[in-house]
Protein backbone atom coordinates (compact mmCIF):
# COMPACT_ATOMS: atom_id res chain seq x y z
CA UNK A 1 0.00 0.00 0.00
CA UNK A 2 3.05 2.24 0.61
CA UNK A 3 4.22 1.78 -2.98
CA UNK A 4 1.19 2.18 -4.37
CA UNK A 5 0.10 5.92 -2.76
CA UNK A 6 3.73 6.90 -3.32
CA UNK A 7 3.15 5.79 -7.47
CA UNK A 8 -0.33 7.30 -6.90
CA UNK A 9 1.59 10.96 -5.37
CA UNK A 10 4.35 10.81 -8.24
CA UNK A 11 1.91 10.03 -11.66
CA UNK A 12 0.11 13.11 -9.60
CA UNK A 13 3.11 15.70 -9.96
CA UNK A 14 4.21 14.72 -13.26
CA UNK A 15 0.70 15.15 -14.62
CA UNK A 16 -0.06 18.26 -16.49
CA UNK A 17 -1.33 20.29 -13.84
CA UNK A 18 -0.03 18.61 -10.84
CA UNK A 19 -3.65 18.32 -9.11
CA UNK A 20 -5.25 15.41 -11.81
CA UNK A 21 -7.12 12.82 -9.96
CA UNK A 22 -6.86 10.35 -13.09
CA UNK A 23 -3.28 10.79 -12.97
CA UNK A 24 -3.59 9.87 -9.01
CA UNK A 25 -5.69 6.59 -9.66
CA UNK A 26 -3.72 5.33 -12.60
CA UNK A 27 -0.26 5.53 -10.43
CA UNK A 28 -2.15 3.74 -7.48
CA UNK A 29 -3.55 0.71 -9.96
CA UNK A 30 -0.18 0.60 -12.47
CA UNK A 31 2.38 0.60 -8.98
CA UNK A 32 -0.08 -1.87 -6.93
CA UNK A 33 0.01 -3.98 -9.48
CA UNK A 34 3.77 -3.96 -10.89
CA UNK A 35 4.93 -4.71 -6.86
CA UNK A 36 3.27 -7.12 -6.77
CA UNK A 37 4.10 -8.91 -9.31
CA UNK A 38 7.49 -8.34 -8.86
CA UNK A 39 7.44 -9.06 -4.90
CA UNK A 40 5.38 -12.42 -5.50
CA UNK A 41 8.12 -13.58 -8.19
CA UNK A 42 11.10 -12.44 -6.32
CA UNK A 43 9.62 -14.28 -3.14
CA UNK A 44 8.11 -17.21 -4.87
CA UNK A 45 10.47 -17.52 -7.65
CA UNK A 46 7.61 -18.34 -9.91
CA UNK A 47 5.42 -16.16 -12.18
CA UNK A 48 2.23 -18.53 -11.36
CA UNK A 49 1.61 -17.03 -8.24
CA UNK A 50 0.84 -13.82 -9.24
CA UNK A 51 -2.58 -14.61 -9.86
CA UNK A 52 -3.75 -15.99 -7.17
CA UNK A 53 -3.16 -12.54 -5.08
CA UNK A 54 -6.05 -10.72 -7.61
CA UNK A 55 -8.15 -10.24 -4.01
CA UNK A 56 -5.21 -8.91 -2.03
CA UNK A 57 -4.93 -6.31 -5.56
CA UNK A 58 -7.97 -5.12 -5.32
CA UNK A 59 -7.72 -4.09 -1.36
CA UNK A 60 -4.85 -2.79 -1.71
CA UNK A 61 -5.55 -0.84 -4.85
CA UNK A 62 -9.30 0.10 -2.71
CA UNK A 63 -7.51 0.98 0.41
CA UNK A 64 -5.33 3.17 -1.15
CA UNK A 65 -7.40 5.00 -3.35
CA UNK A 66 -9.77 5.76 0.19
CA UNK A 67 -6.22 7.26 2.03
CA UNK A 68 -5.28 9.31 -0.94
CA UNK A 69 -8.72 11.04 -1.81
CA UNK A 70 -8.93 11.13 2.26
CA UNK A 71 -6.09 13.61 1.91
CA UNK A 72 -6.69 15.12 -1.57
CA UNK A 73 -10.43 16.28 -0.36
CA UNK A 74 -9.22 16.90 3.00
CA UNK A 75 -11.95 14.48 4.79
CA UNK A 76 -10.01 14.93 8.34
CA UNK A 77 -9.85 18.65 8.01
CA UNK A 78 -5.89 17.52 8.32
CA UNK A 79 -5.20 21.08 5.85
CA UNK A 80 -7.02 23.49 8.29
CA UNK A 81 -4.92 22.47 11.62
CA UNK A 82 -3.74 25.29 13.38
CA UNK A 83 -1.38 24.62 16.20
CA UNK A 84 -1.82 27.26 19.59
CA UNK A 85 0.53 29.89 19.95
CA UNK A 86 1.64 29.11 23.22
CA UNK A 87 2.73 25.19 21.42
CA UNK A 88 4.75 27.11 19.10
CA UNK A 89 8.26 28.59 19.21
CA UNK A 90 8.59 30.12 15.70
CA UNK A 91 6.88 30.11 12.05
CA UNK A 92 8.04 30.42 8.87
CA UNK A 93 5.72 30.96 6.13
CA UNK A 94 6.30 31.68 2.60
CA UNK A 95 3.41 32.95 0.16
CA UNK A 96 3.53 32.49 -3.12
CA UNK A 97 4.35 35.69 -5.28
CA UNK A 98 4.79 37.84 -2.41
CA UNK A 99 8.96 38.54 -2.48
CA UNK A 100 9.22 36.06 -5.07
CA UNK A 101 10.79 36.98 -8.46
CA UNK A 102 10.11 33.61 -10.07
CA UNK A 103 6.69 33.65 -9.38
CA UNK A 104 4.96 31.86 -12.42
CA UNK A 105 0.73 31.15 -12.39
CA UNK A 106 1.05 27.72 -11.09
CA UNK A 107 -0.14 26.03 -8.09
CA UNK A 108 2.48 24.72 -6.78
CA UNK A 109 5.62 26.66 -4.99
CA UNK A 110 8.75 24.29 -5.19
CA UNK A 111 11.09 26.96 -4.01
CA UNK A 112 8.55 27.67 -0.64
CA UNK A 113 10.59 24.86 1.56
CA UNK A 114 13.93 26.93 0.76
CA UNK A 115 12.59 29.97 1.68
CA UNK A 116 11.13 29.31 4.43
CA UNK A 117 14.20 27.23 6.13
CA UNK A 118 15.81 30.53 7.25
CA UNK A 119 13.21 31.98 8.51
CA UNK A 120 11.93 32.36 12.18
CA UNK A 121 9.09 34.39 12.87
CA UNK A 122 9.08 35.07 16.76
CA UNK A 123 7.60 37.23 19.38
CA UNK A 124 5.50 39.81 18.11
CA UNK A 125 5.62 38.25 14.44
CA UNK A 126 5.34 34.79 15.51
CA UNK A 127 1.48 35.92 17.38
CA UNK A 128 0.55 38.09 14.55
CA UNK A 129 1.41 35.27 11.60
CA UNK A 130 -0.98 32.50 13.84
CA UNK A 131 -3.69 34.85 14.30
CA UNK A 132 -3.93 35.76 10.55
CA UNK A 133 -2.88 31.67 9.83
CA UNK A 134 -6.08 31.16 11.77
CA UNK A 135 -7.99 33.56 9.97
CA UNK A 136 -6.86 31.83 6.77
CA UNK A 137 -7.64 28.15 7.61
CA UNK A 138 -11.93 28.71 8.81
CA UNK A 139 -12.27 30.17 5.75
CA UNK A 140 -10.58 28.24 3.41
CA UNK A 141 -12.53 28.62 -0.03
CA UNK A 142 -11.26 27.28 -3.68
CA UNK A 143 -13.26 30.38 -5.21
CA UNK A 144 -11.59 32.75 -6.23
CA UNK A 145 -8.09 31.60 -4.99
CA UNK A 146 -4.99 34.21 -5.38
CA UNK A 147 -2.37 32.35 -4.08
CA UNK A 148 -1.18 30.26 -1.13
CA UNK A 149 1.01 30.04 1.65
CA UNK A 150 3.12 27.31 2.88
CA UNK A 151 3.77 26.83 6.61
CA UNK A 152 6.54 25.31 9.24
CA UNK A 153 5.12 25.61 13.08
CA UNK A 154 8.45 24.86 14.76
CA UNK A 155 6.83 23.69 18.01
CA UNK A 156 8.74 23.38 21.30
CA UNK A 157 8.87 19.84 21.61
CA UNK A 158 11.01 19.71 18.81
CA UNK A 159 9.00 18.89 16.45
CA UNK A 160 8.11 20.63 12.95
CA UNK A 161 4.57 20.78 11.44
CA UNK A 162 4.40 21.54 7.37
CA UNK A 163 0.68 23.60 6.07
CA UNK A 164 -0.44 24.62 3.39
CA UNK A 165 -3.34 26.67 2.72
CA UNK A 166 -5.06 28.36 0.01
CA UNK A 167 -6.01 32.75 -0.09
CA UNK A 168 -8.43 33.73 -1.79
CA UNK A 169 -10.25 37.41 -2.49
CA UNK A 170 -13.15 35.91 -0.34
CA UNK A 171 -13.26 37.70 3.30
CA UNK A 172 -10.78 40.05 2.11
CA UNK A 173 -7.88 36.98 3.63
CA UNK A 174 -4.69 39.20 2.78
CA UNK A 175 -5.86 42.28 4.93
CA UNK A 176 -4.44 40.63 8.22
CA UNK A 177 -1.04 39.72 6.22
CA UNK A 178 -0.15 43.66 6.98
CA UNK A 179 0.59 43.19 10.37
CA UNK A 180 2.86 40.24 9.42
CA UNK A 181 4.58 42.14 6.77
CA UNK A 182 5.07 45.56 8.93
CA UNK A 183 7.20 43.41 11.63
CA UNK A 184 10.80 43.73 11.04
CA UNK A 185 11.41 39.63 11.51
CA UNK A 186 9.34 39.25 7.99
CA UNK A 187 11.06 41.33 6.30
CA UNK A 188 14.63 40.58 7.34
CA UNK A 189 13.53 36.88 6.32
CA UNK A 190 12.57 37.29 3.25
CA UNK A 191 15.10 40.28 1.81
CA UNK A 192 18.73 38.75 1.33
CA UNK A 193 20.72 41.78 2.09
CA UNK A 194 19.27 41.77 5.41
CA UNK A 195 20.95 38.61 6.56
CA UNK A 196 24.49 40.21 6.46
CA UNK A 197 26.03 41.88 9.25
CA UNK A 198 29.12 43.01 8.12
CA UNK A 199 30.11 43.32 4.27
CA UNK A 200 34.06 44.32 4.30
CA UNK A 201 34.99 41.38 1.66
CA UNK A 202 31.81 41.60 -0.26
CA UNK A 203 31.17 44.28 -3.08
CA UNK A 204 28.09 45.84 -4.68
CA UNK A 205 26.56 45.33 -7.73
CA UNK A 206 23.74 48.04 -9.08
CA UNK A 207 21.68 46.97 -11.90
CA UNK A 208 18.31 48.18 -13.47
CA UNK A 209 17.72 45.25 -16.26
CA UNK A 210 19.80 47.53 -18.14
CA UNK A 211 22.96 49.31 -16.96
CA UNK A 212 24.76 47.42 -14.28
CA UNK A 213 27.89 49.36 -12.18
CA UNK A 214 30.09 47.17 -9.57
CA UNK A 215 30.85 49.82 -7.15
CA UNK A 216 34.36 50.65 -5.51
CA UNK A 217 33.61 51.16 -2.05
CA UNK A 218 36.00 51.29 0.93
CA UNK A 219 35.09 48.73 3.47
CA UNK A 220 33.45 51.58 5.50
CA UNK A 221 31.30 53.14 2.32
CA UNK A 222 30.47 49.25 2.22
CA UNK A 223 28.92 49.47 5.65
CA UNK A 224 27.37 52.86 5.02
CA UNK A 225 25.45 52.08 2.16
CA UNK A 226 24.00 48.74 3.83
CA UNK A 227 23.51 50.69 6.57
CA UNK A 228 20.97 52.87 4.15
CA UNK A 229 19.27 50.06 3.26
CA UNK A 230 18.21 48.41 6.38
CA UNK A 231 17.11 51.62 7.95
CA UNK A 232 15.23 52.19 4.60
CA UNK A 233 14.20 48.23 4.62
CA UNK A 234 12.89 48.78 8.53
CA UNK A 235 10.23 51.90 7.30
CA UNK A 236 9.18 49.93 4.21
CA UNK A 237 5.34 49.06 4.99
CA UNK A 238 2.83 46.93 3.41
CA UNK A 239 0.89 49.85 1.95
CA UNK A 240 4.39 50.52 -0.07
CA UNK A 241 4.80 47.11 -1.66
CA UNK A 242 0.89 47.11 -2.87
CA UNK A 243 1.59 50.58 -4.87
CA UNK A 244 5.04 50.53 -5.80
CA UNK A 245 6.86 47.99 -7.68
CA UNK A 246 11.21 48.37 -6.89
CA UNK A 247 12.72 50.00 -9.01
CA UNK A 248 16.37 48.44 -9.41
CA UNK A 249 18.13 46.73 -7.07
CA UNK A 250 21.60 45.75 -4.92
CA UNK A 251 23.21 42.87 -5.55
CA UNK A 252 25.91 41.36 -3.15
CA UNK A 253 28.90 39.35 -4.45
CA UNK A 254 32.50 37.85 -3.95
CA UNK A 255 35.19 40.03 -5.57
CA UNK A 256 35.32 37.16 -8.53
CA UNK A 257 31.85 36.45 -8.83
CA UNK A 258 29.00 38.51 -10.80
CA UNK A 259 26.27 36.66 -8.65
CA UNK A 260 25.24 36.80 -5.67
CA UNK A 261 21.93 37.66 -2.94
CA UNK A 262 19.86 40.18 -4.08
CA UNK A 263 17.88 43.28 -2.36
CA UNK A 264 15.49 45.57 -4.18
CA UNK A 265 15.12 49.22 -4.02
CA UNK A 266 11.93 51.23 -3.81
CA UNK A 267 10.65 54.55 -4.82
CA UNK A 268 10.37 55.16 -1.16
CA UNK A 269 14.21 53.96 0.00
CA UNK A 270 15.43 57.76 0.68
CA UNK A 271 18.67 56.80 2.18
CA UNK A 272 20.02 54.36 -0.03
CA UNK A 273 19.14 56.13 -3.13
CA UNK A 274 20.56 59.55 -2.33
CA UNK A 275 23.67 57.58 -1.23
CA UNK A 276 24.04 55.72 -4.71
CA UNK A 277 23.08 59.13 -6.94
CA UNK A 278 26.29 60.41 -4.70
CA UNK A 279 28.00 57.88 -6.82
CA UNK A 280 26.34 58.69 -9.91
CA UNK A 281 24.22 56.09 -10.23
CA UNK A 282 21.22 56.49 -12.13
CA UNK A 283 18.97 54.91 -9.46
CA UNK A 284 15.73 56.94 -10.72
CA UNK A 285 16.33 56.62 -14.23
CA UNK A 286 13.00 54.41 -15.79
CA UNK A 287 12.63 52.01 -18.63
CA UNK A 288 10.84 54.85 -20.31
CA UNK A 289 14.09 57.02 -20.34
CA UNK A 290 16.06 54.85 -22.70
CA UNK A 291 15.85 54.96 -26.71
CA UNK A 292 13.67 52.35 -27.12
CA UNK A 293 12.86 51.16 -30.69
CA UNK A 294 10.40 48.65 -30.63
CA UNK A 295 8.21 46.32 -28.23
CA UNK A 296 7.69 42.95 -28.07
CA UNK A 297 4.19 42.61 -26.20
CA UNK A 298 3.30 38.95 -25.27
CA UNK A 299 -0.49 39.05 -24.20
CA UNK A 300 -1.80 36.16 -21.71
CA UNK A 301 -5.12 34.50 -22.83
CA UNK A 302 -7.46 32.34 -20.47
CA UNK A 303 -6.66 29.11 -22.23
CA UNK A 304 -3.19 29.76 -21.02
CA UNK A 305 -1.88 30.51 -24.71
CA UNK A 306 -0.05 33.53 -25.39
CA UNK A 307 -0.67 36.27 -28.47
CA UNK A 308 2.22 38.19 -29.30
CA UNK A 309 2.33 41.90 -30.76
CA UNK A 310 5.04 44.44 -32.00
CA UNK A 311 5.04 47.89 -31.85
CA UNK A 312 7.65 50.38 -33.58
CA UNK A 313 5.42 53.53 -33.35
CA UNK A 314 6.86 56.27 -31.29
CA UNK A 315 4.12 57.31 -29.91
CA UNK A 316 2.46 53.92 -28.94
CA UNK A 317 5.96 53.00 -27.45
CA UNK A 318 5.91 56.43 -25.77
CA UNK A 319 2.70 55.77 -24.05
CA UNK A 320 3.43 51.89 -22.93
CA UNK A 321 6.82 52.52 -21.91
CA UNK A 322 5.75 54.92 -18.75
CA UNK A 323 3.90 51.32 -17.42
CA UNK A 324 7.29 49.08 -18.04
CA UNK A 325 9.22 47.44 -15.09
CA UNK A 326 12.21 45.33 -15.53
CA UNK A 327 10.98 41.57 -15.09
CA UNK A 328 13.57 41.04 -12.07
CA UNK A 329 11.69 43.83 -10.26
CA UNK A 330 7.85 42.10 -10.91
CA UNK A 331 7.86 41.22 -7.62
CA UNK A 332 4.77 40.84 -5.35
CA UNK A 333 2.92 39.33 -7.91
CA UNK A 334 -0.37 38.58 -5.15
CA UNK A 335 -0.21 42.01 -3.60
CA UNK A 336 0.41 44.11 -7.26
CA UNK A 337 -0.31 41.76 -10.02
CA UNK A 338 1.79 42.62 -13.37
CA UNK A 339 0.02 42.36 -16.43
CA UNK A 340 1.61 40.82 -19.69
CA UNK A 341 5.70 40.01 -20.61
CA UNK A 342 7.17 42.63 -22.97
CA UNK A 343 10.50 42.36 -24.72
CA UNK A 344 12.20 45.89 -25.22
CA UNK A 345 14.77 46.54 -27.66
CA UNK A 346 16.55 49.59 -27.38
CA UNK A 347 19.71 51.40 -28.80
CA UNK A 348 22.87 51.32 -26.88
CA UNK A 349 23.58 54.87 -25.33
CA UNK A 350 27.45 54.33 -26.11
CA UNK A 351 26.59 53.19 -29.41
CA UNK A 352 24.20 54.30 -31.59
CA UNK A 353 24.23 51.04 -33.96
CA UNK A 354 24.16 48.32 -31.07
CA UNK A 355 20.59 47.65 -29.65
CA UNK A 356 20.01 45.73 -26.89
CA UNK A 357 16.86 43.63 -25.29
CA UNK A 358 15.57 43.13 -21.34
CA UNK A 359 12.60 41.40 -20.72
CA UNK A 360 10.11 43.61 -19.16
CA UNK A 361 6.69 43.43 -17.51
CA UNK A 362 3.37 45.56 -17.90
CA UNK A 363 1.98 46.93 -15.10
CA UNK A 364 -2.13 47.99 -14.73
Not at 97 to 117: S, W
Not at 281 to 294: A, D, L
Request: proline share 2%; net charge negative; charged share 25%.
Amino acid sequence: MPLALLGGYAFMLCSKNQKSLLALSIGIVLVALASDYILQSVYEMSFRHVRKSIICNVLVICTSTFVALSFYYDWWNFDLYVPEEQEVKSVAISIKGIDDPTYEETTEDANAELRMEKMVLSGDAKKESIEWLKTIAENQSQENVISHVSVAYRLKNEKVIYRRYTISENNNQMEGFENVYNTSDYKKSTNSLAEYNTVGKYEFIWSNGIEEYRLNLTDDEKEMLLKCYKDDLEKLTFKDVIEQSPISCLMLVLPTRAEGDVGYIYASYTKTIAYLENLSIPVRKHISEYNIQELQIIYKKSDKLSKTEIIDNQEEIKAISKKLVWKECAINQTLRPIEDKVIVKYLSDNNVMECGYINCRLEK
